[in-house]
């Protein structure tokens, strides 16, 4: 497969490369992408840095139409923000994107003792560490993303040994892994994209989990159409409009006194998912927000 690789390099001021990066990296997002590649900003001025980051695009009839849309947010970005933005076309097949993606994944600590190990990195384990090995191929789910990182940390901190677990959206099925690793008794997830899921049981497989009974489940299926029984323990980080058409729908999914922690939501629609939850009989005990990007749990009424 063809790809074109697609790098936005920003320029603006030191104290505001962070937030840039976000708002440059949640461009690709917005566009589908399940994962980027970030080179930190380096100085060009006394206060000026220039940063890139870089998303691949199929080459496929939908191309022009997504590089246009590329365009025309990153102009809206640097219309709206002090952050210049330049775009970069370079044409790649699929060895060069391979192997784009690979050197800047890295093994990564999350929360208090989970590691995240790409397959083609070495880790020696210390003592207590949780390895989920992993290779997300095209699904989301790295941990390289807050909104994942997040949900992993609320995973570690709330999941309680030998109960249910299910990811709505589980992508490369990262949560599951690192669930199931954690005590969790049984382990369900489900996504709407083929690939994710294909890719979300090979990982599994690898981490000595395998899918098929009662115990541990893999679905392809909208949201949790075809989910039926309910689990001490829910995640989804989707996108929040997404969660909003989940809320009505995953009461049925979460045991009285159950919990659902949701990612995937920016800053600005935080309020709206938050109503909606309330509204739905969920009350939100914890919010954590990184970057841009903001992770809630909420407890289901009993
Ligand atoms: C942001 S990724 C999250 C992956 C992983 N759970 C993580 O936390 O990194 C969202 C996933 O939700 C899936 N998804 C989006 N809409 C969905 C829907 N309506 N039903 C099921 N899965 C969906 C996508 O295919 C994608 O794999």
Not at 41 to 49: A, F, L, N, Q, R
Request: with cysteine.
């Amino acid at each position: 497969m063809q790809w074109l690789e697609a790098g936005i390099v920003f320029e603006t001021e030191d104290l505001f490369a962070q937030t840039a990066a976000e708002l440059v990296c949640n461009i690709f997002y917005d566009l589908g992408l399940s994962g980027v590649v970030t080179e930190d900003p380096v100085p060009v001025s006394d206060h000026g840095v220039r940063g890139r980051v870089i998303g691949y695009l199929p080459v496929d009839e939908a191309l022009e139409q997504t590089r246009a849309d590329l365009e025309q947010m990153a102009s809206g970005l640097s219309a709206r923000h002090p952050v210049r933005c330049t775009l970069e076309f370079t044409p790649c097949d699929d060895q060069d994107w391979a192997n784009a993606w690979k050197d800047h994944f890295f093994v990564q600590k999350i929360g208090r003792n989970i590691v995240v190990r790409p397959t083609w990195r070495d880790h020696v384990p210390e003592p207590g560490e949780v390895v989920i090995d992993l290779d997300p191929g095209m699904a989301f789910g790295t941990g390289t993303h807050p909104t994942t990182a997040m949900c992993l940390e609320m995973v570690e901190k709330h999941l309680a040994p030998g109960t249910a677990f299910l990811d709505v959206g589980t992508g490369s099925g990262i949560l599951m892994i690192a669930a199931q690793k954690l005590g969790a008794k049984t382990v369900w997830g489900v996504d709407n994209d083929g690939v994710a899921v294909k890719i979300a049981a090979e990982n599994l497989e690898r981490n000595g989990i395998f899918a098929g009974g009662n115990a541990c489940r893999i679905m392809r299926a909208d949201l949790v159409t075809g989910v039926d029984r309910a689990f001490d323990l829910v995640t989804a980080n989707i996108l929040s409009e997404v969660i909003v058409a989940l809320a009505d729908d995953v009461g049925r999914v979460v045991v009285p006194g159950g919990l659902l922690v949701c990612s995937g939501i920016i800053e600005p629609k935080q309020a709206m998912v938050e109503a909606k939850l309330t509204a739905c009989g969920f009350d939100i005990i914890e919010r954590k927000t990184t970057d841009l990007w903001v992770c809630l749990v909420a407890r289901r009424t009993p």
